[in-house]
């Protein structure tokens, strides 16, 4: 086993010391540069929960405490001292307040507002840092303990429970749970609020709103997620997909001064926040679970100053008058001056209800040089008919004992290369099984074995096999662009070089210069990720994509 990746960074300090830090003489004396100092009275409410807009308070003198007030009464969660600041990750989100702040003993505060404490951890580094590091450390102890303002209330297994929950984790957002097939006094709560099995699951937002089998999206307003958001004032750059790509243009777009907006469908991470493990993303030696990273980019984005819309989906891009101008779901027009276009692709997935627990953990999309050492001298499954399950094949033939290829086709020739079909019926380690289909996935932490069923005669075999690599292709989530851009035979979209002069001709390219690497057929729209056509489908790939079309949206706008 090896050790999950720090979330931040360690230093000499204790936790204790990390997540309540008292600041030296120089440095409140930096932090009040960028505010004003006030009196506090013993009892007076500085932040009321769930209030919207909320202040940085450094102490000076007296003490101040944070509790998370519920119909019961109020859960003590931290009290600070001199020289001690209030906040968490909410501050740089712009989000509605988790607790309440009051003063326990008088004294003087300096209070910041979200723009000055912004410009704090952009320009003080280690300010930003000390301020950074307890922000994430508060938010992770209210996540572990629960300490939301939300109650989920559903059953493990009911995939629209698994669904909220997902949402809340990838947005970062604590809340507490509680499961119906086990909590005994449960079913007074469902009757105080008149709810049924019908309605699970249910969701208590902020004490006062039920919301049953409620979508992302109204889950997301509830909980004011993209509240203090203007969706119709003019941006230099709006971002469409928060997964690797879309986030690594966010942060260096409003790191290099940018005004951002980034809009995501559902919540922040991608496909790469599914990954339970990434092991080849440079940095990580021990690995990084998709979650963690991309929470981190989700937090540095944020830091910056991007502005994220959470399940919010484009639907349609105006590209026949400039500034280009998103349709969003259920809001106004989006106008943009440049765009990149970040939503990734759908990996088609096996109709399996076990898929997800293995995820990462014997199943696999990707068979790299990583993926062929975990199965050496295994037994494996290839899913797929075409040219990258061919290739899977023969390439995971030379380090495993036996690859058995699963097509529900009656053969490979319509679908793969010539060339790889004769690599497989030459190589004695592969056998191909035509008419086959995966039925059923077993194991616990790791997948163990799996069971097939030959379609033609309806016989199932059930083998130990550890590892399942599934190449049934991934469409990409370009539907929406509703012929603004060229795209290839699969829908995926081209960009730069790969642009042919016709294509430009057919698209009416209007400038003297060829489009920039990474720019569509239409100018100042960009591509980045797996959505792209030709795009590797790698996070460190995404990554750098990200990164570079920032570089190329500068030169647009200034031109
Ligand atoms: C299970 C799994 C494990 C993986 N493991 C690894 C690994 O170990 N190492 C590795 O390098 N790669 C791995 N990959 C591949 C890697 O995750 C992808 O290559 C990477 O996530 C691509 O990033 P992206 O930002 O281009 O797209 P995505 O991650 O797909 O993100 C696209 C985002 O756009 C959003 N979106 C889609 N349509 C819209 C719309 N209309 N409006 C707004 N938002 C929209 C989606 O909700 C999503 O959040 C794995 C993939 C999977 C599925």
């Not at 119906?180 to 249910?202: K, N």
């Not at 023969?394 to 690859?403: I, K, N, S, Y």
């Amino acid at each position: 086993m090896t050790e999950p990746a720090p979330l931040i960074q360690p230093t000499l300090a204790s936790p204790a010391e990390q997540t309540f830090p008292t600041l030296t003489p120089a440095q409140i004396e930096r932090i009040a540069a960028h505010g004003r100092v006030r009196p506090i009275l013993a009892g007076e409410v500085l932040v009321e929960a769930g209030q919207p807009v909320i202040p940085f308070f450094l102490v000076k003198a007296g003490r101040l405490e944070a509790v998370r007030p519920s119909g019961t009464g109020e859960t003590r969660i931290a009290e600070q001292g001199p020289g001690q600041f209030t906040g968490e990750v909410t501050m740089l989100s712009g989000r509605r307040a988790l607790v309440r702040i009051r003063a326990i003993e008088p004294g003087e505060v300096i209070e910041l507002d979200r723009e000055n404490l912004l410009a704090l951890v952009q320009t003080d580094s280690e300010l930003g840092e000390i301020i950074m590091r307890a922000f994430i450390l508060r938010r992770v102890e209210l996540i572990a303990h629960g300490l939301g303002d939300v109650v989920v209330l559903g059953s493990n297994h009911c995939s629209a429970t698994l669904r909220v929950r997902e949402f809340l984790t990838r947005n970062g957002h604590p809340y507490s749970y509680i499961d119906l097939d086990r909590d005994a006094g449960v079913q007074e709560l469902l009757d105080q609020f008149h709810l049924g099995a019908e309605d699970v699951p249910v969701l208590i937002c902020r004490g006062e709103v039920v919301l049953r089998n409620p979508t992302n999206q109204q889950i997301a307003d509830c909980l004011g997620f993209n509240e203090g958001i203007d969706p119709s004032q003019l941006r230099d750059l709006v971002i469409i997909g928060a997964g690797p790509a879309g986030l690594a243009a966010a942060v260096y777009g409003a790191s290099e001064g940018l005004d951002v907006l980034v809009l995501e469908s559902n919540a922040p991470g991608g496909q790469a926040g599914a990954s339970s493990k990434i092991e080849n993303y440079l940095g990580f030696p021990t690995g990084i679970s998709g979650q963690d990273l991309t929470a981190r980019a989700y937090t540095q984005a944020q830091k910056f100053g991007a502005q994220l819309l959470i399940a919010k989906g484009a639907s349609r891009l105006a590209c026949d008058r400039k500034p280009y101008a998103l349709e969003i779901d259920g809001g106004p027009r989006v106008p943009a001056r440049t765009v990149i276009i970040a939503t990734g692709a759908e990996y088609r997935r096996l109709a399996l209800p076990n898929l997800s627990q293995f995820e990462g953990a014997g199943m696999y999309y990707a068979a790299t040089f990583m993926e062929a050492q975990l199965c050496a001298g295994e037994e494996v499954v290839v899913v797929g008919g075409g040219n990258s399950a061919g290739q899977a094949a023969v390439f995971l033939a030379q380090t495993a004992r036996h690859v058995h290829v699963l097509v529900r086709s009656d053969g490979l020739a319509e679908s793969m290369s010539r060339y790889l079909i004769r690599r497989i019926e030459d190589n004695p380690a592969i056998d191909l099984r035509t008419h086959t289909e995966l039925t059923a996935l077993e194991g616990s932490d790791h997948l163990e074995r799996v069971r097939w069923r030959d379609n033609e005669t309806g016989d199932t075999e059930t083998r130990d096999v550890r590892h399942v690599f599934v190449m049934t292709g991934a469409s990409p989530n370009t539907h929406w662009l509703d012929g603004c851009i060229a795209l290839d035979a699969k829908g995926f979209i081209k960009t730069g070089p790969d642009l042919s002069p016709e294509e430009l001709t057919a698209a009416q390219w209007p400038l003297a210069r060829a489009p920039f690497l990474l720019e569509t057929s239409l100018p100042g729209v960009f591509a980045v990720g797996d959505v792209r056509g030709g795009n590797i489908k790698r996070v460190a790939s995404a990554v750098g994509e990200g990164s570079i079309a920032v570089a190329f949206v500068h030169q647009v706008l200034h031109e």
